[in-house]
């Protein structure tokens, strides 16, 4: 049985976490959330993707559609994560993991 995958896109600011603002948003960064992700769970492998650029986030969403069996979690700003996806990857849009 081969193992889960599973694609996590971070959007637009999310870079920034645990360095602006950190009275508000907290002082954990995106990495450690990341790694925090692998730990908790350790059967899945997760590859993680994060830009600036919304149009970069759809592309790797295309990308992941051609290269299938994969689920995508997206956590952007809206109006992308309410785009239903025009193709057939599961995914997850928007909220959290943390």
């Known amino acids: 049985m081969s193992q ?3 694609l996590v896109l971070n959007g637009p ?3 920034r976490l645990g360095k602006r603002e950190p009275a508000i948003y907290g002082h954990t960064t995106l ?3 990341n790694v925090g992700i692998k730990k908790a769970f350790p059967d899945i492998a997760f590859d993680f993707f994060q830009t600036e650029d919304e149009g970069e986030l759809l ?3 295309f990308q992941v ?3 299938g069996d994969a689920l995508g979690y997206c ?3 809206a109006p992308l994560p309410i785009i239903p996806l025009p ?3 599961p ?3 928007s909220g959290r993991l943390w």
């Open 4 to 6: 889960h995958r599973i």
């Open 13 to 15: 600011n999310l870079s």
């Open 31 to 33: 990495e450690e959330i």
């Open 59 to 61: 592309e790797k969403l």
């Open 65 to 67: 559609e051609d290269e």
């Open 75 to 77: 956590s952007m700003p």
């Open 87 to 89: 193709f057939g990857t």
């Open 91 to 93: 995914s997850v849009p």
